[in-house]
């Protein structure tokens, strides 16, 4: 027989927390309390965003395919750009038309030259509490050129006249919705097939520089060269 004592059984954890040191201890313990307070701080993150989301984020956005699709009447009452003249002063209208040109004045303001048909009118987004939020202007100046929007808003006429549109009219929006987006970066600008050789030999004597669109270039992208005004 063997004269050796039996072993007593000792589990892996029993083991571990025998080897375990008070350093060691303590230095598990100053794990466990950043993870707590990281946690916390995670969550206090989670909720502070829950709290600053956007109360007017329905006022904007990307149209659904499905609502696109409805078979439905919608209702709306929808005005044309070329109707949209200073008789309609204080009036809200429902305007659908292409995005020529988008420009953001700082974080608070921007502006929209919306054109349908040839005609064009300049919308004006500015941050206001219960109308218009710093949300709603990021999102319109991320959309690229050319994208088809919905807009809702208020007519107002400037006391100067309109130089960047075909309606002496301002649009104050309220709602703004992308119907459909146009690749970031297109092949022409809208804006520089607009315009005649007369245009840009003048400026070239002015000693200004403008892009000449080329009549090979219009061919290849006549789809857009289309949407150019008739000379």
């Known amino acids: 027989m063997s004269s050796e004592e039996p072993s007593q059984n000792v589990t892996p954890e029993e083991n571990s927390e025998k080897k375990l040191s008070k350093k060691e201890i303590a230095k598990l313990e100053r794990l466990r309390k950043r993870q707590e307070l990281a946690a916390a701080s995670a969550a206090a993150a989670v909720s502070s965003v829950t ?11 990307d149209i659904p395919l499905n609502d696109l699709q409805s078979k439905e009447i919608s209702g709306k009452k929808w005005t044309e750009v070329k109707d949209l003249t200073d008789e309609l002063k204080d009036q809200t209208v429902l305007i659908r038309g292409r995005a020529q040109a988008i420009r953001a004045v700082g974080k608070k303001m921007a502006f929209v030259v919306v ?3 040839g005609f064009t009118v300049q919308c004006v987004l500015t941050v206001a ?27 107002s006429v ?8 075909s309606q002496q009219v301002e649009i104050q929006v309220r709602k703004i919705y992308c119907v459909s987006k146009a690749i970031p970066a297109l092949p022409i600008n ?8 007369v245009e840009i030999d003048k400026a070239v004597e002015a000693g200004e520089q403008l892009v000449r669109v080329n009549q090979d270039t219009r061919l290849n992208f006549r789809v857009l060269d289309l949407r150019t005004p008739a000379k």
């Open 158 to 165: 400037p006391s100067q006249p309109i130089t960047g549109a």
């Open 51 to 61: 709290l600053e989301a956007d109360p007017l984020a329905s006022n904007y956005g």
């Open 129 to 155: 509490q219960d109308l218009t939020s710093p949300q709603m202007v990021k999102f319109t100046t991320s959309l690229s050129k050319e994208s088809i929007i919905d807009v809702n808003g208020v007519i």
């Open 115 to 117: 054109r349908e048909r």
């Open 190 to 197: 809208i804006e520089d097939a607009a315009r005649s050789d």
